[in-house]
């Protein structure tokens, strides 16, 4: 299972490439391949992905930096590390501006050269991935603005793609910043009233009397200082879609005038007499349990049984992980006329994965705006990311860990599977293991990947690598 990483050496002194070969082989961990020159090195490069190519800077047939100039151009992830004799200063720093990863100069120690290789490794997998993240955006930003690929939200744009044409009443239900107004107007946009106006109203940041000044307006002379007619929300909202943010502040008197509006179709403006009749769909949204509210009293039952026709209930940040490198991927090409920011680093990528994220989606969009801002290089690195993600190891990371000591290891890496829809290489970031850990782990539960089992898990390919998967019993 799983392949090694393909690594070609190129030199022409038949004895240097021997011992090239024989110092990276001392790690199990590559596929080495080996070019005798330039030429040949060049044609196996156009036929075969190689991570890194370590290559010696003076060959005989072409030069090492014609060599990395055709490479870029060619295959620009592909990392090349530059080896040289002494005194060729000059020619180093040419490479590196033409974008070698490193150089070294012989005679160099070989655990210096595996530590390179190494990194040079994981920045071509950082680059790679980033390349895969954004066909994968591409594809999802083509019919749609709701990223992800997490089981819980494909089901959110289901129901959406399903409500939209209905004109029903719909609640979303989910902790602050999780996307409620953001699945607001997706179900707008995809409603026959998408030509319509969306009217959003936070209920929560209007005082008790208020908040009817507001959704109903109010004819001139209604009270003193109401010096003109002026037309409220609701009104505002014909052939379109009201959306009631924080629809559990809404004080009770003011529910029970919403009902009547939502069952007659017709409303008057404060100090009118006049009923007016209006066509609007309501979506309301909440970040608190609605039903124990009317437990409580504090909110209406009739009126929730009215907007409780349909319910979305959002994700919380930590339940879908998986959607974190996407997410990223997404709001850097938001801010990308701010910086020069290209990619992750995969420690910076790894801290993300472990934060809790108790702003939900809000928060990480703030963090990558920060990050952005704060990069020096063409990396987010782990420093330039807020103190709080940086400093803090996550309860949640606590709790899956404790979980998989609880003899729990197969459940949850079948679920984190799950998640990332196949991914191992996302899965094993998230479990925080090696990949090749990963693969022992799944022979030694019996969870096999099967392209022919028709389990449903795995609906679509992500990344070519999301073969579906079932547990062995
Ligand atoms: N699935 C998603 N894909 C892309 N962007 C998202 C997603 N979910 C949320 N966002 C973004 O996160 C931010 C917060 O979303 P939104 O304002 O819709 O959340 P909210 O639940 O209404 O938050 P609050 O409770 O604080 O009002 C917005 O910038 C939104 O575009
Ligand atoms: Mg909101």
């Given at each position: 299972m799983g392949t090694k990483p393909k690594i070609l050496l190129v030199d022409d002194e038949p004895l240097v490439l021997d011992s090239l070969r024989e110092i990276v082989s001392r790690e199990d961990k590559y596929q080495i391949e080996l070019a005798e020159n330039g030429t040949v090195a060049l044609s196996k490069a156009l036929q075969e992905d190689y991570c890194v190519i370590i290559t010696d800077l003076m060959l005989r047939d072409i030069t090492g930096i014609e060599l990395l100039k055709s490479l870029k151009t060619r295959t620009p992830e592909t990392q090349v590390i530059m080896v040289s004799g002494k005194g060729t200063i000059d020619f180093a720093v040419e490479a590196m501006k033409m974008g070698a990863f490193d150089f070294l100069t012989k005679p160099y120690s070989p655990p210096h050269l595996l530590q390179i290789l190494e990194r040079a490794r994981a920045y071509y997998e950082s680059l790679v991935e980033n390349k895969q993240l954004k066909g994968e955006l591409r594809r999802l930003k083509k019919n749609y603005d709701i990223i992800g690929t997490h089981p819980k939200v494909e089901r959110i744009r289901d129901i959406i793609e399903n409500i939209a044409p209905s004109d029903s009443t719909a609640l979303i239900q989910g902790k602050s910043g999780t996307g409620k107004e953001l699945v607001a107007r997706a179900i707008h946009n995809r409603s026959l009233r998408a030509d319509g106006p969306f009217q959003a109203v936070n209920c929560g940041v209007f005082a008790e009397t208020l908040i009817e000044n507001e959704l109903f307006g109010h004819e001139k002379g209604a009270y003193t200082g109401a010096v003109q007619r002026t037309i409220g929300r609701i009104e505002a909202a014909a052939g379109g879609t009201l959306f009631l943010d924080e629809i559990d502040t809404m004080p009770i008197s003011s529910q029970v005038k919403l009902l009547r509006v939502l069952e007659e179709h017709t409303f008057q403006r404060i100090g009118g007499t006049k009923s007016i009749f209006v066509d609007f769909r309501l979506i309301a949204a909440t970040n608190v349990n609605l039903k124990e509210a009317v437990a409580q009293r504090q909110f209406r039952?009739?009126?929730?049984?009215?907007?409780?026709?349909?319910?979305?209930?959002?994700?919380?940040?930590?339940?879908?992980?998986?959607?974190?490198?996407?997410?990223?991927?997404?709001?850097?090409?938001?801010?990308?006329?701010?910086?020069?920011?290209?990619?992750?680093?995969?420690?910076?990528?790894?801290?993300?994965?472990?934060?809790?994220?108790?702003?939900?989606?809000?928060?990480?969009?703030?963090?990558?705006?920060?990050?952005?801002?704060?990069?020096?290089?063409?990396?987010?690195?782990?420093?330039?990311?807020?103190?709080?993600?940086?400093?803090?190891?996550?309860?949640?990371?606590?709790?899956?860990?404790?979980?998989?000591?609880?003899?729990?290891?197969?459940?949850?890496?079948?679920?984190?599977?799950?998640?990332?829809?196949?991914?191992?290489?996302?899965?094993?970031?998230?479990?925080?293991?090696?990949?090749?850990?990963?693969?022992?782990?799944?022979?030694?539960?019996?969870?096999?990947?099967?392209?022919?089992?028709?389990?449903?898990?795995?609906?679509?390919?992500?990344?070519?690598?999301?073969?579906?998967?079932a547990v062995q019993n």
């Open positions: 039952d009739d009126l929730f049984y009215r907007l409780n026709v349909i319910t979305i209930t959002l994700p919380e940040m930590c339940e879908r992980l998986s959607d974190v490198p996407l997410l990223v991927s997404h709001f850097m090409e938001r801010y990308k006329g701010r910086s020069k920011v290209q990619a992750v680093s995969p420690d910076a990528l790894d801290l993300l994965l472990r934060y809790p994220w108790p702003g939900n989606v809000r928060e990480l969009v703030n963090a990558i705006e920060y990050a952005m801002v704060m990069a020096k290089g063409t990396h987010i690195m782990p420093a330039d990311l807020p103190e709080n993600i940086l400093g803090r190891s996550s309860e949640q990371q606590q709790n899956r860990e404790s979980m998989s000591l609880r003899d729990t290891e197969k459940d949850l890496i079948v679920k984190t599977l799950r998640d990332c829809r196949g991914n191992k290489h996302l899965a094993a970031k998230i479990l925080r293991i090696p990949r090749s850990t990963l693969y022992s782990k799944l022979q030694k539960h019996g969870i096999y990947m099967d392209t022919h089992v028709e389990t449903g898990v795995v609906p679509q390919d992500m990344h070519g690598d999301a073969e579906r998967f």
